[in-house]
T-cell receptor, first 118, second 113 residues
């Protein structure tokens, strides 16, 4: 079984400031890692993912996350946030089975509400 | 049109009523999932299906049932609704071939009085 902990339930920040949303996970097997974003009254959208390879992954809108296996973390960062980044962010993991693939079942963290102030 | 469509978007009902939430997808994905979202708890998996004949319980299946009527349709039922099932419900799909993330519908907000 796996679990995901997002260390901050709310993160307020001013526009153009840097931000880090923290995520730690626990699992007895290897996992794939994801960050999703949820805007008000919408479903979740994939922001970025780590499956293998480089431990630093980037999204098209300036977010990045680094997989740290020794610390079992997958923190999300952005060097300069915009008002439009205001949303709830979810970290999630998916267990990798013996065949090297995933059943696709996601375990989510509790969510972090990012509020960007002008 | 949305790739994953959930109906209804909002529903208010009374304790003890039977409720069905419907999900349809146009992505051609094999796998479909139902989650509920509660403030401060994130999303939790209720049921998932890898194809029409393969349905599995998730983390919190008690009080719920599902039906996979076709590859594109996956319904969630609450046989006798209770107030603590008030939540935001999401349907999601994924393609088994790519270990890829799930694609979510816009959710159904369910209130049980």
């Amino acid at each position: 079984a796996q679990s995901v902990t997002q260390l901050d339930s709310q993160v307020p920040v001013f526009e153009e400031a840097p931000v880090e949303l923290r995520c730690n996970y626990s699992s007895s097997v290897s996992v794939y890692l994801f960050w999703y974003v949820q805007y008000p009254n919408q479903g979740l959208q994939l922001l970025l993912k780590y499956l293998s390879g480089s431990t630093l992954v980037e999204s098209i809108n300036g977010f990045e996350a680094e997989f740290n296996k020794s610390q079992t973390s997958f923190h999300l960062r952005k060097p300069s946030v915009h008002i439009s980044d205001t949303a709830e962010y979810f970290c999630a993991v998916s267990e990798i089975n013996a065949g090297g693939t995933s059943y696709g079942k996601l375990t989510f963290g509790q969510g972090t509400i990012l509020t960007v102030h002008p | 049109d949305a790739d994953v469509t959930q109906t209804p978007r909002n529903r208010i009902t009374k304790t003890g009523k039977r409720i069905m939430l419907e999900c349809s997808q146009t992505k051609g994905h094999d796998r479909m999932y139902w989650y509920r979202q509660d403030p401060g708890l994130g999303l939790r998996l209720i049921y998932y299906s890898f194809d029409v004949k393969d349905i599995n319980k998730g983390e919190i299946s008690d009080g719920y049932s599902v039906s996979r009527q076709a590859q594109a349709k996956f319904s969630l039922s609450l046989e006798s609704a209770i107030p603590n099932q008030t939540a935001l419900y999401f349907c999601a799909t994924s393609d088994r071939s790519d270990n890829q993330p799930q694609h979510f519908g816009d959710g159904t907000r369910l209130s049980i009085l």
